[in-house]
T-cell receptor, first 117, second 115 residues
Framework: AQTVTQSQPEMSVQEAETVTLSCTYDTSESDYYLFWYKQPPSRQMILVIRQEAYKQQNATENRFSVNFQKAAKSFSLKISDSQLGDAAMYFCAYRTLYNFGNEKLTFGTGTRLTIIP | NAGVTQTPKFQVLKTGQSMTLQCAQDMNHEYMSWYRQDPGMGLRLIHYSVGAGITDQGEVPNGYNVSRSTTEDFPLRLLSAAPSQTSVYFC??????????????FGPGTRLTVT
């Protein structure tokens, strides 16, 4: 079974600075998806970024980018130019690529990010 | 599109009561699922469905029932509420149109307290 580990329960960063959130996972599969979801105080789960394991290039979405190290099974999220609106709980999640019907997301325990004005 | 909607947003139950959490999506997604979120544990899968009439268990199915009579709706039933079911519940949907697995879209959640 796959597992996802987020070893930083809490992080803080000064506004406009850069912060990196860590995520490691364990799987025996060669192809899969990885996601970062953001959960602000409103509770809504919002997709931040997605990475397909078969793609070598790291995904980027505006100020958000990932460092995907497949051999090390590491998937960190970098937030550049941090803004107050980035304050939230961030979850790393794993999803298998194959087997239609096995759409299960396996989540880490989350990292609470605080932005210091 | 409204996306994924859940009702109610908040609910308080007494131990032993039953209730149904509603979930609906208007994106014609074939896959729907229920997760629960507990402090320090991330989200865990309760039940899921790959289409109307087809459901299966996730990681933590005990005490919950689901059915999927239409593509749009996927209600979650608590048969006899217990304090251990105090949690935030999320419904999600996704599609594999064209064979590509797209991300799951989440509803706003239901905070359930069982006393």
């Amino acid at each position: 079974a796959q597992t996802v580990t987020q070893s930083q329960p809490e992080m803080s960063v000064q506004e406009a600075e850069t912060v990196t959130l860590s995520c490691t996972y364990d799987t025996s599969e060669s192809d899969y998806y990885l996601f970062w979801y953001k959960q602000p105080p409103s509770r809504q789960m919002i997709l931040v970024i997605r990475q397909e394991a078969y793609k070598q290039q790291n995904a980027t979405e505006n100020r958000f980018s990932v460092n995907f190290q497949k051999a090390a099974k590491s998937f960190s999220l970098k937030i550049s130019d941090s803004q107050l609106g980035d304050a939230a709980m961030y979850f790393c999640a794993y999803r298998t690529l194959y087997n239609f019907g096995n759409e299960k997301l396996t989540f880490g325990t989350g990292t609470r990010l605080t932005i210091i004005p | 599109n409204a996306g994924v909607t859940q009702t109610p947003k908040f609910q308080v139950l007494k131990t032993g009561q039953s209730m149904t959490l509603q979930c609906a999506q208007d994106m014609n997604h074939e896959y729907m699922s229920w997760y629960r979120q507990d402090p320090g544990m991330g989200l865990r899968l309760i039940h899921y469905s790959v289409g109307a009439g087809i459901t299966d268990q996730g990681e933590v199915p005990n005490g919950y029932n689901v059915s999927r009579s239409t593509t749009e709706d996927f209600p979650l039933r608590l048969l006899s509420a217990a304090p251990s079911q105090t949690s935030v519940y999320f419904c999600a949907s996704s599609t594999r149109a064209g064979g590509i697995a797209y991300e799951q879209y989440f509803g706003p959640g239901t905070r359930l307290t069982v006393t």
